[in-house]
Each structure stands twice: as structure tokens, then as C-alpha cells.
């Protein structure tokens, strides 16, 4: 399987990504809660494995929560020292799958982690990602807004994607560069500016509510105005 490790303990983090490597599995590494969501949300897992309490400003279970809230059925894992009943509880009910809690013996995550595997997948990859009145169909790669066709690039398209997929969410430029542009450094361009531009003024013109938000010394939204 493919499995997404999201720990901030590098201790922990190795133990388990090196026992699940050993496995047969491959393994993914966050180490803090905003890149565990980003990469859970925009790339195909078969599991999570997180730990509840996580840097970043989003911990385990308002991971999950988010996750859920966006339709994605990923089986989850939880990692925690937080044992008591009431702990559990909330890891579950967030959406969770299992929980596990520190100290652990490997054998048993693995034995969780392969059970969890076996479950049959009942949700069908989602083919098209809508925010308000505004859709994009993924395997025609066509989008609309109130059943008006758009006419988008192909780079215009994937940024639209990726921001559709996070909808709600800040995606900093960051993010985008690498994900869109597949730079892993900034180019000190305003490249990413210019082409949301563009896609603003096609998605947004002619309508009253605009969905591409600027959000000052971050980054960029997309949602419906309430």
C-alpha cells in the first residue's frame, strides 16, 4: 500500500516508516499537521497513519475532520499518548478508523494497519470538484460555471484544481509552485499572480459573487461568499 505517515517525532517517525518499508509498503513522511492535510487532500493514499497531536496548526483529528468534510474515505490510523476513553472517542467520531496509543509494538500497528487494508472500498474516486455553482469535470477536463463553459489552459486547469481541492482552505505560493509548476524553489517571479489573474477574470467576470480570494501575506482561497 501506499501509506501517508503524518509525525512530528523523528524518533517515531523512522521506527515506523522503516517497519512499514520492511513490509512491503511505501511510505510518505509530513511532519507537521498543514503539509499532512495538503498532501492527504491533493495525492492518492490507501492509509493514514497520523499522530493526534501535531505542529503546524491542525492536529490529527482536525486533519480528519477535513478531510471527511471534502468527501475523501482514506482509512485512517491514529497514533496518540492520549489514552483516556474520552481521547478515543474523539479521534473516532472526527472520522478516524482506529486508534492505536504510544507505547506500541510495531507488530500490532502493522497487524492494524494491514486490517484496515482488507476493508473494501465502497466511495468511487470523485470525477468532478464543484465550489458554489462553479464545476470542474476531471475526466473531460471541462470546466463551468452555472452550466456556462469556461475556457481554461492547461496550466490554468491544474492551478484551478489544486485550489478547488482545498476549497476553504489558504494555499500559499509555495504549495503552488510545487505542485503546479513543479518548482521546488521560488523563482522570484510573479508568475503564479499573473495566472490568477487570468482564471479570476474568467471565473469571476459577469458574475456578483466572486470565488478567488487574495489572502494578504498568504496566499489564495477559493469559496463561495456567504
Known amino acids: 500500500m501506499r501509506i501517508l505517515l503524518v509525525e512530528d517525532d523523528a524518533e517515531v517517525a523512522r521506527f515506523v516508516r522503516k ?5 512491503g509498503h511505501t511510505v510518505e513522511h509530513a511532519t507537521n499537521g498543514r503539509d499532512g492535510l495538503f498532501l492527504a487532500a491533493s495525492e492518492q493514499f490507501d492509509m493514514l ?10 492536529d490529527g483529528v482536525r486533519l480528519v475532520e477535513t478531510l471527511r468534510s471534502q468527501g475523501n474515505r482514506t482509512p485512517v490510523l491514529f497514533l496518540s499518548a492520549l489514552s483516556a476513553v474520552d481521547e478515543k472517542v474523539k479521534g473516532l467520531k472526527a472520522g478516524g478508523d482506529d486508534y492505536l496509543t504510544k507505547p ?8 492494524r494497519v ?8 465502497v466511495d468511487a474516486p470523485a470525477t468532478k470538484l464543484r465550489v458554489a455553482d462553479l464545476e470542474l469535470d476531471l475526466l473531460s477536463r471541462t470546466v463551468t ?5 469556461i475556457d481554461v489552459q492547461p496550466r490554468e486547469f491544474r ?11 489558504v494555499v500559499t505560493r509555495t504549495m503552488l509552485l510545487e505542485k503546479v509548476w513543479d518548482y521546488h524553489f521560488d523563482p522570484q517571479t510573479n508568475v503564479i499572480d499573473v495566472h490568477v489573474s487570468r482564471l479570476r477574470q474568467k471565473l469571476d467576470k459577469g ?3 466572486p470565488l478567488i480570494h487574495t489572502v494578504r501575506n498568504a496566499g489564495y482561497m477559493i469559496r463561495a461568499e456567504p
Not at 497513519?49 to 491542525?58: I, Y
Not at 494491514?114 to 472500498?121: D, N, Q, T, W
Not at 492551478?159 to 482552505?169: C, D, I, S, V
Open 145 to 149: 460555471r452555472a452550466a456556462k463553459r
Open 207 to 209: 458574475f456578483d459573487k
Open 159 to 169: 492551478l484551478l484544481e489544486h485550489l478547488m481541492r482545498h476549497a476553504g482552505q
Open 19 to 23: 517497519g512499514l518499508q520492511e513490509a
Open 49 to 58: 497513519v497520523l499522530d493526534r497531536m501535531l505542529p503546524g496548526g491542525v
Open 104 to 111: 506500541f509494538a510495531f507488530a500490532e500497528l502493522l497487524a
Open 114 to 121: 494491514e486490517a484496515l487494508g482488507r476493508r473494501p472500498s
